[in-house]
């Protein structure tokens, strides 16, 4: 028997990019904010070698914006820019959904059958959080069933873009039962294997989370409220432009 390949270790500046990642995403830190690597190093006890490599992979993702002289910064996503990316997202994934349809095998559908069911019950509960984290779930198994690598590299990487408006359309008023709505649609054709219809229905269900946005909260993106947390430091607000003080350090482990 051929010696097993040798396990695989993630490096330490794309784990420092999955804890940064993390907050933008939770709204530790918030669009605008000033990343002051030196508290954030001292934070989570790195040095700035891995941080700065974490930051050049967050700005790849569109997540954080480079300024010269100035630093990095949490990007934000005004209102042009979401009438600008949803189309291209809602398009993007359309054509996973078609694909899917057309290429997804039964046990590809009992996948999405079991999500979608959870779906259900996380929406009759009222579980906004939970919802998207099941929503995020779905919508990432149709992107991969619909066994196109090019589509799917480009979905995934314009989907972190957007999840952060994408997360918070669900908070809005009757937008969780709309969400459920639309998935029953894009369920019922994937079941019926109709690739035509499956693409319509993902398409609007995309274009529907643009239209609730800008009319129910189009500046959100702009606004400084932030999730406190503890652990969150190494970073100036936008609103307040005060350091946060720090309260517990974060280790990270060097393998």
């Not at 933008?24 to 490599?53: A, M």
């Not at 934000?76 to 994934?93: H, Q, S, Y």
């Not at 972190?160 to 054709?189: D, K, P």
């Amino acid at each position: 028997m051929p010696p097993d390949q040798p396990i695989s270790r993630q490096p330490l500046y794309l784990e420092v990019a999955e804890r940064v990642r993390q907050r933008i995403y939770r709204r530790q830190l918030v669009p605008g904010d000033w990343i002051d690597e030196k508290q954030l190093c001292e934070n989570l006890q790195i040095s700035r070698t891995p941080l700065r490599e974490a930051i050049k992979v967050l700005h790849a993702e569109g997540l954080v914006e480079l300024v010269p002289r100035r630093g990095a910064f949490i990007k934000k996503l005004e209102t042009d820019g979401l009438r600008e990316l949803f189309p291209v997202m809602a398009n993007l994934e359309g054509l996973c959904a078609r694909f899917a349809a057309q290429h997804g095998s039964a046990e590809d559908l009992a996948v999405l059958e079991g999500l979608h069911q959870q779906l259900e019950t996380i929406a009759e509960e009222g579980d906004v959080d939970r919802y998207f984290e099941i929503n995020h779930e779905f919508h990432t198994a149709v992107q991969n069933f619909a066994r196109n690598r090019w589509l799917s590299r480009i979905t995934a990487d314009l989907r972190g873009v957007l999840r952060l408006a994408r997360q918070h359309q669900l908070s809005l008023s009757g937008r969780l039962g709309n969400s459920l709505a639309e998935h029953r649609e894009i369920m019922n054709a994937l079941r019926q294997r109709d690739s035509v219809a499956a693409e319509r229905a993902m398409h609007d269900h995309l274009m529907r989370q643009q239209q609730v946005l800008l009319e129910q909260d189009p500046e959100f993106l702009s606004l400084s409220t932030r999730c406190e947390d503890p652990e969150v430091t190494g970073v100036i607000p936008a609103a307040t432009g005060l350091h946060e003080t720090p309260n517990r350090k974060t280790t990270l482990s060097r393998g």
